[in-house]
């Protein structure tokens, strides 16, 4: 008598049609109301990709909703439920910017496929960065309260139920293994506000890059204290460039208030929107001084109608990564032997393009064959990609020189 595959198993074994048709692959998250028009905050990995939306709330209630605008750097999404009751709660916010390491914070979502679920814990630290990538805008606010598969997307709130944060990553592993992270509830509303007014998120450029301030350079450059930003590189054509800034200058305010380090600096430029003038009080040559700076914008990773703003991720969500222009002061800080073109800012992790091999800081040269010399050569030949389509992407890399990756886009 044979006995039955065990259930764990039968996977293995299964012979599968090759045109069978798979079924639909589901994602759950959590979200919350602000407005009385039914839009929802989210996080962006929640609903990227989703071909439908349904919210489910908190009295069982399910409708469909749509995308207003989603952006991936920040990992904050906004969407709208049709046709949406007028009698939806809408949250209330804290202010972020005045949370203390100790706060006792709570976490609210739908966690393990578990219903509405709230977790108690304190605030760990701010100002966390993640990615690596020295252009995103983040500053995480870090928490021990539990953040679990399915909180993505969920209000962090204080003990007045005021949201000060979006609960979006964990670290560690699959599940909560003692931290989690939530993006500010004033970075998340100032990404809200752009993707409502202009469709995609305006991102200031100061057109330098800073490091903390270690021992050695405060009695370097004559500090009081070991505090500060450290000015490392200076693009010739950028805000900072033309307001003075120097290598070797050292921040140690904003608008009158401490810059303790690299990420206070950069935390704070990144809730500000381009073309607001700010003052930096630095350090050089051992004498302070004010230097006024207009804030620039990066540019768009994809120009497009602002009545689809999702559209300004289309690219790097079938490829796998996002580029940015390569310029003569990007070139010389990675020692590349190349002056003009697009250069990888940010891969997806997981994607097809991660697995191949592809990293930021590699130069693309061609995909498919056609050349990029431009962000709109880059648009062009993405527009024309299918997903679950083969491209084939030649790089140059500062230690492997010209290579060549292939693989197959998402589906």
């Known amino acids: 008598m044979t006995a039955p595959i065990p259930e764990a ?43 439908r939306i349904t919210v489910r709330l908190l009295d069982g209630r399910e409708m469909d909703a749509e995308i207003v605008g989603s952006d991936a750097t920040t990992d904050i999404a906004v969407i709208k439920i049709n046709n949406a009751p007028n009698d939806l709660p809408v949250a209330q916010f804290g202010d972020s910017d005045a949370l203390q390491v100790g706060d006792w914070v709570l976490a609210l979502g739908n966690p393990l496929g578990l219903d509405f679920t709230v977790t108690a814990g304190i605030v760990s630290a701010q100002g966390r960065r993640l990615s690596g990538n020295a252009t995103a805008l983040e500053s995480f606010i870090q928490t021990d309260a539990a953040i679990n598969p399915g909180n993505s997307g969920g209000p962090l709130i204080d003990l007045q139920g005021r949201v000060i944060g979006i609960n979006s990553a964990i670290t560690g592993g699959s599940r909560f293994v003692g931290y989690g992270f939530a993006v500010p509830s004033a970075l998340a509303m100032r990404v809200v506000d752009d993707l409502l007014e202009y469709g995609y998120v305006r991102r200031p450029r100061i057109g330098a890059q800073v490091s903390d301030v270690t021992a050695v350079d405060a009695e370097a450059y004559g500090l009081d204290e070991v505090s500060g930003a450290e000015i490392n590189s200076v693009d010739d054509d950028s805000p900072a460039g033309s307001a003075g800034l120097e290598i070797g200058d050292v921040v140690v305010a904003l608008d009158g208030e401490e810059v303790e380090n690299a990420n206070d600096l950069t935390t704070a430029l990144a809730e500000r929107d381009p073309g607001d003038e700010v003052t930096l009080t630095v350090v050089r040559d051992g004498r302070r001084r004010n230097i006024s700076v207009e804030l620039g914008e990066f540019p768009r990773a994809e120009e497009g109608d602002n009545t689809t703003p999702v559209r300004s991720d289309d690219a790097a969500q079938l490829l796998g990564f996002s580029v940015e222009p390569l310029t003569r002061a990007i070139a010389d800080r990675l020692d590349l032997d190349v002056e003009d073109g697009v250069i990888i800012n940010e891969v997806r992790r997981y994607s097809p393009a991660a697995s191949a091999g592809i990293r930021p800081g590699q130069v693309v040269v061609r995909i498919n064959g056609r050349e990029l010399d431009s962000m709109s050569d880059f648009r062009a030949v993405a527009r024309e990609i299918d997903p679950g389509e083969v491209v084939s992407v030649r790089l140059i890399d500062r230690e492997l020189g010209e290579t060549i990756v292939n693989y197959r886009t998402r589906r």
């Not at 079924?23 to 039914?38: A, K, V, Y």
């Open 9 to 51: 198993f039968r996977q293995f074994f299964e012979f599968r049609q090759p045109n069978a048709e798979l079924p639909p692959e589901r994602n759950t998250g959590s979200g919350f109301t602000f407005d009385s028009e039914g839009r929802i905050i989210t996080n962006h990995h929640v609903v990227a990709d989703a071909s």
